[in-house]
Each structure stands twice: as C-alpha cells, then as structure tokens.
C-alpha cells in the first residue's frame, strides 16, 4: 500500500525566510510518480510538480526547489525568499502506474508566510 | 494542461436533500475524478469516473450515496445524495492528463449541509 506523510502541521515564517516543507512516502512500485500542490485560500488546487522515480534529479523553478532522495524516501520542497502570496496548504502526493492512476495525498502543511 | 470548470462554486443545502455538483474540461479526458475535502482535512478520493461505465468507488463511498454520471470524455456529474452536517466538504473533480498521471483539479465546489 502506499502512504504519503507530510509531518509538519502548520508552518508560520516571516516573509524573505526559506522554508522547507518534508515530504515522505512509502510505496512497494519501483516505478512511481511524487506530486506537489498548492491550496490557497480559494481552495482550487494549483498542480506545481511532478517527479518520475526515475529521475532523482532536482529541480528548481524561481523561488521553489525540490529535493527527492530515493534512499531516504524523501520529495521535500523548499521556497526561498518566502513571500506572503506563498501562504497557502501544500499537498505532496504519490501515484503508481498500477493503480488506476489514483493518487494518495499526503495530510498538508499550511504554510503561514507573516508580512 | 486542461482548463476545468465547475458547478455550483459553492452551496448551502438542507439536510435531507441532494446537490448534483458539474464538472466541465475544455478538452477529451480518459481519466476523471471525484476528490471529497472536509474542513481542515486532505483530499480523498471519491471515484474514478469512467465513460461509458458505471463509476468506480473507493473504499467507504457508495453508488447510493454519491451517483456520478460521465456521458462523454468532457463531462460528469457527482450528486450527493441525502444530506447531512457529516458532507459538508469540498467536492473536487480532477482530470489525469499524459503518461504520468499528472492531475489537474477544478476550482471546487464548498458544499454547506444545515
């Protein structure tokens, strides 16, 4: 069965930090997809990321930055330079090809970046 | 990616009644979803709903319950059906695209049972 667990509740910096949110999932596939998401206050889930098992390398785009370690089971995302539009809930997600495509979400992290 | 719409964005519903929630995508999608949110929770899934068969229900969600309709590769339809307090969520619908499953989601609908 595959499991994601997203540790950190609720996260509160203020503005210019960084900020890493940890992602660790569980799945018997060796070949699988990691997903993130951002859920702002409106609620419409953003798609931000998708990582094939496959690929270990990271990736960067502006301001965020993934990091996916296969030996520790890890996708973490870092934003840099934390603004307040980042405040939202951030889901992590796992997919694997034999499932009818479903994905397993992880709880959240709500993110609080403070002026 | 797809463009998804759905509708209501948002209702308040009286116990005992029953709310069909659309989803509309701007292109021909395989793979449908419906995702359920209840306040403060993650996403779960609901069912994959699938053209021209019946849905296919997660475990601890019911035909019953929840009946979806897909006619065709743009469109389907979640009811919820009976009402009560315990549904009031968001209902998400949510469109699997390309050979990673990357999903993309619709803008929800917040479901308010009295």
């Known amino acids: 069965a595959q499991k994601v667990t997203q540790a950190q509740t609720e996260i509160s910096v203020v503005e210019k930090e960084d900020v890493t949110l940890d992602c660790v999932y569980e799945?018997?596939?060796?070949?699988?997809?990691l997903f993130w998401y951002k859920q702002p206050p409106s609620g419409e889930l953003v798609f931000l990321i998708r990582?094939?098992?496959?690929?270990?390398q990271n990736e960067i785009s502006g301001r965020y930055s993934w990091n996916f370690q296969k030996s520790t089971s890890s996708f973490n995302f870092t934003i840099t330079a934390s603004q307040v539009v980042d405040s939202a809930v951030y889901f992590c997600?796992?997919?694997?090809?034999?499932?009818?495509?479903?994905?397993?979400f992880g709880s959240g992290t709500q993110l609080t970046v403070l002026p | 990616s797809a463009v998804i719409s759905q509708k209501p964005s948002r209702d308040i519903c009286q116990r005992g009644t029953s709310l069909t929630i659309q989803c509309q995508v701007d292109?021909?999608?395989?793979?449908m979803f419906w995702y359920r949110q209840q306040p403060g929770q993650s996403l779960t899934l609901i069912a994959t709903?699938?053209?021209?068969?019946?849905?296919?229900?997660e475990s601890g969600f019911v035909i019953d319950k929840f009946p979806i309709s897909r006619p065709n590769l743009t469109f389907s339809t979640l009811t919820v059906s009976n009402m009560s307090p315990e549904d009031s969520s968001i209902y998400l619908c949510?469109?699997?695209?390309?050979?990673?499953?990357?999903?993309?989601f619709g803008p929800g609908t917040r479901l308010t049972v009295l």
């Open positions: 997600a796992l997919s694997e090809p034999g499932s009818a495509r479903q994905l397993t």
């Open positions: 990582r094939n098992s496959f690929d270990e």
């Open positions: 709903a699938n053209q021209g068969s019946e849905a296919t229900y």
């Open positions: 292109s021909q999608v395989t793979m």
């Open positions: 799945t018997r596939d060796t070949t699988y997809y």
């Open positions: 949510s469109v699997g695209t390309g050979p990673y499953n990357e999903q993309f």
